[in-house]
């Protein structure tokens, strides 16, 4: 086994205190109300899950998730891009701050984080890239964090892939020069996170939010709460062993 060399966190659940199912239903209500002049708000949720399910399964690489997204959701509801698009854009930047509520930092978020980059990690948010980049800095910030305070943060315009396809964890190693094998993967959704042990990456399951719908199972390096999971970093124990090269 080679030593680790970077952290992948996830965000919705993990760095950030948050009800995934609870926010995305406030998240849709309120875009449903904003858009309700251009397209009914039933339509509109419809039309997003169908079109974000579409991006999630697409293994093409050839284009990024927004071009897949956009083309696929455009092609749905019949609207024209400089219909509904600017009307987005406002969205993310006048409602979307205002969906924080019961959101927040997690109390060891920075600290996990911070001790990571103390012993030579870099870090990296692997948050799931189906929203747009503004949306995504938004929620970092919620949680306490800036893009800079990363070395990478995976966004709807730049990623090719989403999870739980594998390459969406094979194009981040590319993309930040480390071999899977030297990465560990941190996140509280079964599915959706620990999928990255498939691509050769260390897992740790977080479970203060913890996500998980049954099957697919996969092997998990480690698990525990976020307090465990920093007692594991600071002592380099479980996935966080340091070994001679």
Known sequence: MTEPRA?????????????????????IERLGA???????????????????????????????????FQQKFLDLTGLAYDTVW?????????????????????PYAAKVVEEAKRQGYQVVVATNPVFPGVSIIERLCWAGFAAEDFTHVTVFEESHYCKPNPNYFREISEHIGISPERCIMIGNDMQQDMVAEEVGMQTFLVEDYKIDRGVPQHRVTASGMMKELYGMLVSQQGPFVKKSE
């Open 7 to 27: 952290i992948l966190f996830d965000l919705d659940g993990t760095l950030l205190t948050m009800d995934t199912e609870a926010f995305v239903k406030r998240y």
């Open 34 to 68: 904003y858009t309700a002049h251009i397209i009914e708000p039933q339509k509109l949720g419809a039309s997003l899950w169908e079109a974000t399910k579409h991006a999630m399964q697409d293994d093409d690489g050839t284009k990024t998730n927004a071009e897949v």
């Open 86 to 106: 600017p009307v987005f854009d406002q969205f993310y930047a006048d409602e979307f701050p205002m969906l924080k509520e019961d959101c927040g930092p997690h």
